[in-house]
């Protein structure tokens, strides 16, 4: 099966609902995307409440109608490890596993909880699978970063090994690993995306793509910052990488703390056809 050129929802979040984020796509030549349940997304859009199925098929429907397919999914998460914070945690990434399906996703992008340990982020996960079978989802584990005072630092699926253990802890046929490029490339994290897909081999079906300065997690359009994709793409090729190509380049359109300094919304269609030509551009190079 032919892979994918998959551009997430989050990122265009202030164009207006899901409809109106998935009109703008497809007129810029998309056919796939990722949805994205956090930040706009489940707690605004489609939304927590008893009828947050019923919107999801709505939304599917309005997608399939208009030539559109779900093939990604990203759930909720937040930081704070009190009971509280977490029940809403776990009750919202339950209803997010759900709606993807729904959808029809593939594959629900979940990440570890910065404030909890190795071993509690794996109970929850365990947590997850039962209603992801439920559900014929695969959980895509992503290699993540916190911020303490500002600054990025490592978790537990920031290096190789430790992405590698968390994974083969699971050990469930139902969950692979989503690498985050960008993630991977960060200088504190002290690995690259290459070390990371060499690691991973198999375990590897999904991708969030983007590009950094290797101090920030700055979600750029790739080729406009430091990390070469060049090599990751020769790495992905020789690994037999046969998922999607998804982008997640949301600072590019917005700068959430300061939305005067933003993409004008005019440009939006070029930057999205832009990530439409690259990600052409990453299909042909590791299928030729």
Known sequence: MARKIVIDTGCLYRIGDDKKVLDLIKSCGFEYFDLTLFWKGVTEHIGVGEDYLEKAKELREYANKIGLRCEQSHA???????????RIRIDYI?????????MGAKEIVIHPAEDLSFEENIEMFKSFI??????GIKIAVENVIAYKNGKPVP???STPEGFVKFVDTLN????????????AELDVCNTSAVEMIKALGPRLQALHIHDNDKHGDNHQIPYTHGICFKDILDTLKENNYQGNITFEVETCYNRGSEPKSSLPFELFPAYIKLELEIGKYFVNYLDK
């Open 76 to 86: 909720f998460f937040c930081a704070g490890n009190d009971e509280d914070t977490n």
């Open 172 to 183: 469930d046929e139902c969950v692979v690993a989503c690498l985050d490029i960008g993630h």
């Open 94 to 102: 339950k209803k997010d596993i759900r709606t993807a399906s729904v």
């Open 130 to 135: 039962p209603v992801a079978k439920e559900c």
């Open 155 to 157: 978790l537990c699926t």
